[in-house]
Every structure is written in structure tokens, then in C-alpha cells.
């Protein structure tokens, strides 16, 4: 069986996907493949379930939950992976996966690539990473602490993938093919000043000066607004150097 968090939670197998209707169940199970083959206790269990408001009735209402859980899991081949071990429960992976692990797994390869300088297949592990995501992690506002701290996390190493393979394919001389991806990423991440650096950049290349220099005067403008602040050394550095005309404005790669 395969987990997969990065986006709605569903179980899949080989022919078929399948979900957790309820969504307190749901909560209880991504709790635990959070924190694979470790035990959770069940004191905290009902905590990232229910909260403050958890009912007299929580214990009982957690077993009922493994429970239906295990029954869910079940294979042939290896029973339920939902394991009970003082003080609460274990989910063993063992062959199965978890697609966040894959995205790591990636992530990490193509940051070593980074390192290396071989941008090509950096570019290729962060596209393949990026491309197991489909939607926030479990797809809604967690209701579990545990699982809400590890999406944000998450969404932090996501970021951190589509900007450094924007930036290895900058290396690769691929400016003008990221243009269209920058321009919605500026919009999206307002106060994430890299994607503004590499827009210019890229637009500096392409020869479209003019519009280099108005994405900077936009990021400017929201910083400002926003935070009071006036724009990063580095994106300031990209502004001169455009100014001056230099036409060896180009960026460092950032060790992953």
C-alpha cells in the first residue's frame, strides 16, 4: 500500500485508491504516518484529535477509531499495520510507503546534485518531487497540531524545491522558459523576495530590461507596505547590476 498526504489523504493500491471518510478517523491516521513506526501515545492521540474539547468518552472513542482503522488496513499479506504498544499505537511502514518520504527522498538527491554542480538533474529529482504533490498536505486545514506543524514543514521544503530548480535551470540558461512559471509564483508568494530576483534576472536576459526593472519596483512597493522594510541586499545587488547594464548579472547557486 502506498500513503499519500501530499494533497486529499488516500490509500492507494495497486488498482485502486481508497479514503478516510471520517474525518476524526482521518486525523487519528494521519497522526500517526506523521510519525511512522514510532509510537504515539494515546493520551496524546486523543489530544491532537479532539483537543480540549475531547469527552469523557475519548479513550473508548480512540480504540473504536484504531479499530475501524486496522480493518481498513488489513492486507493478506501482512494483517493490519496498525500496531498497539504501550503507552498507544505504531503505524509500521515496512514495505509500505508514504509519498512524503518519496518527496524527501528527491528533494534531497536533487539538492546534492546542486552541490555538484549538475544542474540538469537537479532540475529533473525537483521536478519529479514537485510533481508528487497534489494539493496541501491532506488537502484542508489540519485539525491535528502534529500534523498541521508537519504540512507547514512540508510546504517550507516544497518551497524551497521550486525555488532552487528555478534557479538551476537560471544556470542552465533556461530564462526565458521560467518566465511564465515566475510571474504566478510572485503573485502567490508576495514577500518571497528569490522569486522576485530570479524573475529579473530571467527578464534581464531575455532583454526586456523595462520589466525587470518594474518587478522590482512591485517588490519594493510590498515590502513596504507589507513590512516596512526595503528589498534584500541580494535583490537590491540584482537592481544595480541592472541599471549598469551588466550583462553578467547571474546568481550563485544556493547549497541545498
Not at 492507494?12 to 471520517?22: G, I, K, L, P, Q
Not at 487519528?28 to 513506526?37: E, F, I, K, M, S
Not at 481498513?72 to 511502514?93: Q, W
Request: hydrophobic share 45%.
Amino acid at each position: 500500500m502506498r500513503y499519500e498526504i501530499l494533497g486529499p489523504l488516500r490509500l492507494a493500491t495497486e488498482n485502486d485508491y481508497s479514503f478516510v471518510r471520517a474525518p476524526k478517523t482521518e486525523t487519528l491516521l494521519a497522526t500517526l504516518l506523521v510519525r511512522p513506526n514510532e509510537v504515539v501515545s494515546a493520551h496524546q492521540l486523543i489530544d491532537e484529535v479532539w483537543g480540549a474539547s475531547a469527552p469523557r468518552s475519548a479513550s473508548a472513542g480512540i480504540h473504536v477509531m484504531v479499530s475501524n482503522l486496522r480493518k481498513l488496513l488489513r492486507s493478506e499479506r501482512r494483517g493490519s499495520p496498525i500496531v498497539t504498544r504501550a503507552p498507544g499505537y505504531l503505524l509500521e511502514l515496512g514495505a509500505d510507503t508514504l509519498d512524503a518520504h518519496e518527496f524527501l527522498a528527491l528533494a534531497s538527491r536533487g539538492h546534492v546534485h546542486v552541490r555538484r554542480g549538475q544542474y540538469a538533474e537537479a532540475v529533473t529529482c525537483f521536478g519529479s518531487a514537485l510533481a508528487l504533490w497534489r494539493g496541501p498536505v491532506l488537502g484542508h486545514p489540519p485539525a491535528s497540531p502534529m500534523v498541521a506543524w508537519y504540512g507547514t514543514w512540508l510546504a517550507e521544503q516544497r518551497l524551497n524545491c521550486v525555488e532552487t530548480g528555478l534557479e538551476s535551470e537560471l544556470l542552465l540558461g533556461r530564462h526565458r522558459q521560467v518566465i511564465a512559471r515566475l510571474y504566478p509564483l510572485v503573485a502567490e508568494y508576495p514577500l518571497h523576495e528569490p522569486f522576485y530576483r530570479h524573475l529579473m534576472v530571467a527578464l534581464y536576459r531575455s532583454e526586456r530590461v523595462a520589466d525587470a526593472l518594474d518587478v522590482y519596483r512591485l517588490a519594493r512597493l510590498r515590502l513596504r507596505d507589507e513590512l516596512g522594510l526595503e528589498p534584500c541586499r541580494a535583490l537590491q545587488d540584482v537592481h544595480r547590476a541592472i541599471l549598469a547594464g551588466d550583462h553578467h548579472v547571474d546568481m550563485a547557486p544556493v547549497p541545498g
